[in-house]
């Protein structure tokens, strides 16, 4: 059965940083490309960051560039992201997800997120 559990979450002081761990079992993590969204309160899901199955390519979306950066360990089955100089605008529920092609079409596969709340 894929799972995907998020950790790491918590509250900091903006300016400070945190790193996200999401542990993959289930599948052949090492095959499957990783992303990172987050949902702030009132606002539409986002897509944060995107990493390939090796790790050899990341994307990061503008709003976090310079802050954050994604990897993982794929003898870990995790990936992770950090988060540093964070913003008050970063507050949101922080997702890990997979694609998956299944005959033919494509099923993504989340995590239950984890919480981080940056405030003063």
């Known amino acids: 059965q894929v799972q995907l559990v998020e950790s790491g979450g918590g509250l900091v002081q903006p300016g400070e940083s945190l790193r996200l761990s999401c542990v993959a079992s289930?599948?052949?993590?090492?095959?499957?490309?990783m992303t990172w969204y987050r949902q702030a309160p009132g606002k539409e899901r986002e897509l944060v960051a995107v990493?390939?199955?090796?790790?050899?390519?990341?994307n990061v979306a503008d709003s976090a560039k310079g802050r954050f950066t994604i990897s993982r360990d794929n003898a870990k089955n995790t990936v992770y992201l950090q988060m540093n100089s964070l913003k008050p605008e970063d507050t949101a529920v922080y997702y890990c997800?997979?694609?998956?092609?299944?005959?033919?079409?494509?099923?993504?596969?989340w995590g239950q997120g984890t919480q981080v709340t940056v405030s003063s």
């Open positions: 990493i390939t199955s090796a790790g050899s390519t990341t």
């Open positions: 997800k997979t694609r998956m092609l299944v005959r033919g079409s494509a099923l993504d596969y």
């Open positions: 289930g599948f052949t993590f090492s095959r499957y490309a």
